[in-house]
């Protein structure tokens, strides 16, 4: 569908804690191209392959409702930042994270950039990746917290850049202190108040789990619509 300039984008946001069960792994790698099903042999640990099998199952899931095509046969090729896109279509935007528990995919019409970032809220950020990932000011509100408040905001802030860098398709090719948040009413923001960043939406997502879910979206049109939901896996095996 065609939005207009002065449309709200919509973005939708699927998460899910998915099966550590190897059947329905067996039977996720059935809508995987071959490509995806070597790249999943590579990996070293089981949690790593099963949390990339999950990942790609989710997103040709989600994008089969769009091209009406099975999800086995969405042909996704990387752009010129390495981002994968759906070739032959310039819509639907999506973006994939996954971490070990949780898969997440953010499908968005009208954004100029998107991206979604997911890590475990107890996973541990030493002192020393936050000082290179954070500005002085960012560095300064994690100090004013409570040392377990301080250790999820870290994480937070961490998965908030992420999603940024990520909707921008540098990753950590670009530093991540360039990008610097403040909070407004609670929401975070990018600091400065440029155009281009008025244009940006950032939100920390609730994940139903023990997982930090981040969302970046830059969009011409205004604040985007956001809809959550839990995915469950109820289908067959594709054909």
Request: charged share 25%; glycine share 8%.
């Amino acid at each position: 569908m065609q939005l207009s300039e002065n449309q709200p984008a919509g973005i939708e946001i699927s998460l899910w804690q998915y099966s550590r069960n190897e059947r329905d792994r067996n039977r996720w790698m059935q809508s995987l191209s071959p490509d995806e099903r070597d790249r999943a042999a590579t990996y070293r640990f089981e949690r790593d392959r099963a949390s990339f099998i999950a990942g790609r199952y989710l997103l040709r899931r989600l994008l089969s409702g769009y091209v009406a095509t099975v999800p086995s046969k969405i042909a996704l090729s990387p752009d010129e930042y390495g981002r994968l896109r759906l070739e032959g279509h310039d819509t639907p935007q999506f973006s994939l994270a996954n971490a070990d528990g949780l898969v997440t995919v953010a499908v968005a019409s009208g954004c100029d950039h998107l991206g979604i970032d997911c890590e475990p809220i107890d996973v541990e950020i030493e002192e020393a990746a936050v000082a290179s990932y954070c500005s002085v000011g960012e560095r300064r509100r994690l100090a004013a917290l409570p040392a377990r408040e301080r250790a999820r905001a870290a994480v937070a802030l961490w998965t908030l850049k992420e999603s940024h860098l990520k909707a921008l398709g540098v990753g950590l090719r670009e530093d991540p202190s360039n990008v610097v948040f403040s909070w407004k009413d609670g929401i975070p923001v990018i600091a400065g108040g440029s155009d281009h960043n008025r244009r940006w939406h950032h939100r920390l997502i609730e994940s139903g789990s023990q997982h930090v879910v981040a969302l970046a979206a830059c969009c011409q049109s205004g604040l985007p619509g956001i809809s959550t939901r839990l995915f469950q896996d109820d289908s067959m095996p594709s054909e």
